[in-house]
């Protein structure tokens, strides 16, 4: 028996498989021709994160208002969410649109080697033949003014869990005034710690002097001391749920099972996909958010707009 399929079944479907293609990136070059790669692949500015399930491909960036250390808060952006980057070498900075939120991130150009993008692509030359082209962004001179990703897709659900908020101090304004401390939220906060052979590992505690071992969800808030100059520990205020406060020293590496790890920060989710956030570029974090006036980043950016 034949089987007949109703024409406007199938122009439906039809419709849906085009609307499921993926769409072809644009740039606008230094020069400031638009060109559409059909043939293309990032080659530099992205990273995977292999400690996480399915080892999701993220664009690392630097966020305005991320400390002024070069190894500053890191916000991972997975790659499928990247709709979008505009830069402004002139200014320091570049606008990165994210599906799934309304405003764009603003990343900062200052430190070399930071929010940098490398893309691979066949570009057809006509009779001269095809040629393999890279364009470069966020270098301060001859890279691309803008990238367009039309297939980006928002993210399937809002991080969920507990909440930490990290106060991280601002860099001082064009007119030498220091400004209240910007704020980073991330939920789902675990330690991060990497092995000498560069694997990075998730941990559900914080190792302190001599042997003391806290699990993370018992911590309600930490203040961020001095470090000491011999074995990189760092004095901590430590606060735990049962209202118990310690003053003791965060080891920064530490020996588990025979091999060394060395503290790399505070990860957890954010709204445009994970940060992680250094022990150096904090002064303190607690599960309640700041009650006096601080910075966010959009602030931070308005405040100083033209960067650095």
């Known amino acids: 028996m034949r089987t007949i399929i109703p024409s406007i079944l199938l122009l439906g479907t039809l419709t849906l498989l085009a609307d499921e293609t993926p769409k072809s990136p644009t740039l606008v070059d230094a020069s400031g021709k638009e060109i559409t790669l059909t043939k293309w692949k990032i080659t530099s500015g992205v990273r995977k994160l292999n400690f996480l399930e399915g080892k999701p491909e993220v664009f690392d960036m630097r966020e305005v208002g991320s400390t002024a250390y070069k190894q500053g808060i890191s916000t991972y952006v997975p790659v499928p969410r990247v709709k979008g980057i505009q830069y402004d070498p002139e200014k320091y900075v570049a606008q990165v649109e994210i599906a799934g939120l309304e405003a764009p991130l603003m990343a900062t150009l200052r430190y070399e080697g930071f929010n940098n993008i490398t893309i691979e692509a066949e570009i057809d030359q006509g009779k001269t033949g095809i040629a393999e082209v890279k364009y470069k962004g966020g270098v301060l001179k001859g890279g691309i003014r803008s990238i367009q990703f039309p297939s980006a897709k928002a993210a399937d659900k809002e991080p969920e869990g507990k909440e930490f908020f990290f106060s991280v101090p601002s860099e001082p304004t064009k007119k030498g005034g220091t400004p209240p401390p910007t704020i980073h939220s991330i939920k789902n906060v675990k330690p991060l710690y990497k092995t000498p052979?560069?694997?990075?590992?998730?941990?559900?505690?914080?190792?302190?002097?001599?042997?003391?071992?806290?699990?993370?969800?018992?911590?309600?808030?930490?203040?961020?001391?001095?470090?000491?100059?011999?074995?990189?520990?760092?004095?901590?205020?430590?606060?735990?749920?049962?209202?118990?406060?310690?003053?003791?020293?965060?080891?920064?590496?530490?020996?588990?099972?025979?091999?060394?790890?060395?503290?790399?920060?505070?990860?957890?989710?954010?709204?445009?996909?994970?940060?992680?956030?250094?022990?150096?570029?904090?002064?303190?974090?607690?599960?309640?958010?700041?009650?006096d006036k601080r910075f966010d980043l959009k602030t931070q950016f308005e405040q100083n707009p033209l960067y650095p």
């Open 197 to 291: 052979t560069g694997e990075e590992k998730p941990l559900t505690y914080l190792m302190f002097k001599k042997t003391l071992k806290v699990e993370f969800d018992t911590i309600t808030a930490l203040k961020i001391g001095p470090r000491d100059g011999k074995d990189g520990s760092i004095e901590c205020e430590v606060k735990l749920k049962d209202g118990t406060s310690l003053t003791v020293s965060l080891l920064t590496t530490f020996q588990e099972d025979g091999k060394s790890l060395t503290f790399l920060g505070f990860f957890g989710e954010c709204p445009a996909g994970w940060k992680l956030i250094p022990p150096h570029c904090i002064t303190e974090m607690a599960d309640e958010k700041p009650r």
